[in-house]
Nanobody, 126 residues
C-alpha cells in the first residue's frame, strides 16, 4: 500500500518555473515506477513523465520534453517534477502515481498505475 501526497502547485506567469513534489508513504517506494499526469478542465488525464525505480530511466510526453524534468530521491520517498518555461497550456491539476515494478519498464497509461495522489493545481497565466 502506498499513499501519495503532492505539493508545490500554484500560480505562475508564462515562462516561469515550479517544482512539484510527491511524498510517498510506505517502505516499498523503491519498488515503484513513479509517474506524473495532468488533467485540464474538460480534458482526459494525460501522461507527463515517468521515472523507473532506480532513476536510471525516464520518459516524457512530447509536449513537455526539454522543459520538464522528473527525478526521485528514494531515501526521502519523494519524486519531483521540475517544470521550466511554463506555458498557459500547462495549466491543469497534476497528479503523481505509482506503478508496482522492479524492472526498467516505464508505464505511461493511467490504467497501469496502482496508486494516485489527490492532485495539485498548476495555473500558468499569459
Amino acid at each position: 500500500q502506498v499513499q501519495l501526497v503532492e505539493s508545490g502547485g500554484g500560480l505562475v506567469q508564462a515562462g516561469g518555473s515550479l517544482r512539484l513534489s510527491c511524498a510517498a508513504s510506505g517502505r516499498s517506494f523503491r519498488r515503484y515506477a513513479m509517474g506524473w499526469f495532468r488533467q485540464a478542465p474538460g480534458k482526459e488525464r494525460e501522461f507527463v513523465a515517468v521515472i523507473n525505480w532506480s532513476a536510471g530511466y525516464t520518459y516524457y510526453a512530447d509536449s513537455v520534453k526539454g522543459r520538464f524534468t522528473i527525478s526521485r530521491d528514494n531515501a526521502k520517498n519523494t519524486v519531483y517534477l521540475q517544470m521550466n518555461s511554463l506555458k498557459p497550456e500547462d495549466t491543469a491539476v497534476y497528479y503523481c502515481a505509482a506503478h508496482a515494478t522492479s524492472s526498467a519498464y516505464l508505464p505511461y497509461q493511467p490504467y497501469e498505475y496502482n496508486y494516485w495522489g489527490q492532485g495539485t493545481q498548476v495555473t500558468v497565466s499569459s
